[in-house]
């Protein structure tokens, strides 16, 4: 009988091991917070701060600062440092350390 011949395969060549990539997490992209609407500012809008404003001194009945009559007036400190550009330009107003009060 005739003799089978057998023939090797070459062996792969063994490829140095690779490191593993380490599981990357993804940073949670930042929530997207709505930005406050800018109020608008006119002649009227200052009238109705103001307004606001002198309602909240003369329910007082006392000297406020501005975060005091933001709070009374339910607005912003902002809109009542409008009001009281208002006031003051009118003579509305007396101001005495860091405190307003009407005139």
Same mark, same amino acid.
């Given at each position: ?6 023939? $090797?395969?070459?062996?792969? @060549?063994?490829?140095?091991?690779? @490191?593993?990539? +380490?599981?990357?997490?993804?940073? &949670?992209? @930042?929530?997207?917070?709505?930005? @406050?609407? &800018? ?30 009559? &933001?709070?009374?007036? $339910? ?16 003579? $509305?107003?007396? +101001? ?8």
């Amino acid at each position: 009988m005739a003799e089978k011949k057998t023939t $090797k395969k070459a062996a792969a @060549p063994v490829k140095a091991a690779e @490191p593993k990539k +380490a599981a990357v997490k993804k940073a &949670a992209a @930042p929530k997207k917070v709505a930005a @406050p609407k &800018a109020a608008v500012v006119n002649a009227e809008n200052a009238g109705f701060k103001a307004g606001d404003v002198y309602q909240a001194l003369a329910a007082a009945g006392k000297a406020l600062t501005v975060k005091e009559i &933001a709070k009374a007036a $339910k607005i912003s400190e902002e809109e009542t440092l409008l009001g009281l550009g208002w006031l003051f330009k009118e003579g $509305k107003l007396a +101001a005495a350390d860091e405190k307003i009060t009407l005139a």
